[in-house]
């Protein structure tokens, strides 16, 4: 929208939850990761973000959730508007201001649905002619995880070959419909602290002193092959015990690292053995776990078992509470 000289663009971005993790990058100037990753789109939560462009401003001004945002969190907006002037061949300065619709303490990854929302409401603003791939290549800058959240359902962030990273971007593998019987319980455990290390540098540390992340990336393309594949079968007796697999390699190299990471409380560590002990008493994968670099816990199951498996988990002492989610759509311009 232009206004008297004033670009205005308002765009809305999911969080995801990634099935297979981003942990390393290759390259940390261009964000390009070591391995490809995968995720699910979530529905119901969202970022919201306005960007106005304006020759008037002299600075840029952030707001994150009706506070103004200072320090870091507003650096890496700044930082990432810098690079969105260089595109579009701009020195103006913007007004920004982006809200969550879910409590920025529920653990649902902010920085992935707000630098997505960003990435295109910025653009929009500016009349720069964004495909979603290319998207995706911008919205990696503000947030590794940012890049899958621009596309719906289950979504690929292909890590490429190239050194220059014209490969690396994120794809839609199966639309949000694709499997509508796949339910993601969110359990919020009381107590979560705050990461003490932003994500982009705890990675990198992980890289540099993991003796086992050299295995985890020898073993990453097989296990992202069978994944794709699970989602492609809907077949959760494969996906869950794979999601499981694959959460328990990304926590080794964390713990691994030197200081060592551990995210989880005594309550997400609970939970991660009652999920096993549901799927030993069922004598079959009825759930399967994952989490972030938080504490929080996603566990996803089928609708026919997400009510048993919800109450179940609540009981655990120290979750707060429990949330059901599904593959949703992708980021797009709210006119
Ligand atoms: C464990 O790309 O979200 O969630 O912006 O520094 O938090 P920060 O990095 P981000 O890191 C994601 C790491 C992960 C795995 C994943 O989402 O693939």
């Known amino acids: 929208m232009t206004r008297g000289g004033r670009r205005e663009a308002t765009y809305e971005a999911p969080p995801n939850i ?5 942990w390393g990058l290759r390259d940390r100037a261009l964000a390009i990761p070591f391995n490809s990753s995968i995720s699910v789109t979530l529905d119901r939560f969202r970022s919201r973000t306005t960007v106005r462009f304006a020759s008037e401003l002299a600075h840029d001004l952030v707001e994150l959730n009706g506070a103004p945002a200072t320090g870091g969190p ?14 579009a061949g701009t020195t103006d300065r913007a007004e920004v201001r982006s809200e969550n619709n ?24 500016l009349g720069l002619r964004m495909s979603g791939r290319k998207l995706s290549q911008l919205a990696r800058f503000g947030s590794g995880s940012a890049s899958r959240s621009v596309f719906g359902g289950f979504v690929e962030w292909q890590a490429g070959h190239r050194p220059d990273g014209r490969d690396c971007f994120a794809r839609p593998l199966f639309g949000p419909d694709h499997w509508p019987a796949l339910v993601d319980v969110v359990l919020i455990v009381a107590g979560a602290p705050v990461k003490a290390v ?27 092959r069978r994944v794709r594949a699970a989602i492609r079968d809907q077949a959760a007796v494969r996906l ?14 964390c713990e691994t690292t030197q200081p060592s990471l551990d995210y989880l409380t005594t309550t997400s560590r609970a939970l991660l053995g009652e999920v096993r002990a549901i799927n030993r008493e069922a004598g079959r994968p009825v759930a399967g776990y994952t989490h972030d670099a938080g504490a929080h816990l996603h566990v996803f199951t089928l609708e026919r078992d997400a009510a048993t498996v919800r109450r179940r988990l609540a009981k655990t002492p120290g979750v707060e509470r429990t949330l059901l989610l599904h593959a949703g759509p992708g980021a797009h311009l709210v006119e």
Do not use: H, W
């Open 74 to 87: 507003r650096e890496s907006v700044v930082r990432f508007l810098d690079r969105v002037r260089e595109l």
């Open 198 to 224: 932003r994500s982009e540098d705890a990675m990198q540390s992980t890289v540099a002193t993991s003796p086992n992340y050299a295995r985890r990336l020898v073993e990453l393309p097989g296990r992202i």
């Open 18 to 22: 990634a099935l297979v993790k981003y």
């Open 102 to 125: 879910f409590p920025t303490a529920s653990g649902l990854a902010s920085s992935a649905s707000g630098f997505a929302a960003l990435a295109g409401a910025s653009t929009a603003a």
């Open 240 to 253: 869950f015990p794979l999601l499981m697999e694959e959460c328990d390699s990304f926590r080794e190299v």
